[in-house]
């Protein structure tokens, strides 16, 4: 089965300065590549989606990156702020061939923005 | 629209009892559920596929005869976590396939079982 590996466990940037967070991906078919924002207790929420046929996509702070050779994909955030703050997770599945298809997680990133 | 309603949100029970938790899509049809477990600081993990009219598939590990799932209708699916241990404190959170690859979840339950 499909397995993600997140990179960083935890990140402390200043505010204003950029953050990466990187995952990489077993099942070549995969081909939805979505990122979760999720606050203590709270559901996952979509930041941001890329889909395989797309290497880049961007909205306003927030960017991803696909690699689908290497298998591996990114999340940018640009100008953070202390509210960015918080734990992300990426997640892959072949979603885009069926809604049976399960989404699988990476293991997360604690991001905290200093003031 | 894409609506998972998902209760109860909290749930304190003792160890031994048994526990069930819902998932509904309220505007949509899903024949397809999945559930997931989440302990603190740890990610989600997927603990069973829940498949409308027919059995569940459950992940490696999971044990089927202590996490029942029951998707009798195109808009409700059930978890129950029989004879509740401390150890099965934990998140559980239900989610949706939602088209064009896109995933929708419920708010998710948080048992402690004391």
């Known amino acids: 089965g499909e397995n993600v590996e997140q990179h960083p466990s935890t990140l402390s940037v200043q505010e204003g300065d950029s953050a990466v967070i990187k995952c990489t991906y077993s099942d070549s078919a995969s081909n939805y590549f979505p990122w979760y924002k999720q606050e203590l207790g709270k559901r996952p929420q979509l930041i941001i989606d890329i889909r395989s046929n797309v290497g880049e996509k961007k909205d306003q702070r927030i960017a991803v990156t696909l690699n689908k050779t290497a298998k591996h994909f990114s999340l940018h955030i640009t100008e953070t702020q202390p509210e960015d703050s918080a734990v992300y997770f990426c997640?892959?599945?072949?979603?885009?061939?069926?809604?049976?298809?399960?989404?699988?997680f990476g293991t997360g990133t604690q991001l905290k923005v200093e003031l | 629209g894409a609506v998972v309603s998902q209760h109860p949100s909290w749930v304190i029970c003792k160890s031994g009892t048994s526990v069930k938790i819902e998932c509904r899509s309220l505007?949509?049809?899903?024949?397809?559920m999945f559930w997931y477990r989440q302990f603190p600081k740890q990610s989600l993990m997927l603990m069973a596929t829940?498949?409308?009219?027919?059995?569940?598939?459950?992940e490696q590990g999971v044990e089927k005869d202590k996490f029942l799932i029951n998707h009798a209708s195109l808009t409700l699916s059930t978890l129950t976590v029989t004879s509740a241990h401390p150890e099965d404190s934990s998140f559980y959170i239900c989610?949706?396939?939602?088209?064009?690859?896109?995933?929708?979840f419920g708010s998710g339950t948080r048992l402690t079982v004391v």
């Open positions: 997640a892959a599945s072949m979603g885009l061939t069926g809604g049976g298809n399960k989404l699988t």
């Open positions: 505007d949509f049809q899903a024949t397809t």
């Open positions: 829940s498949n409308e009219g027919s059995k569940a598939t459950y």
């Open positions: 989610s949706v396939a939602v088209g064009q690859g896109g995933y929708t």
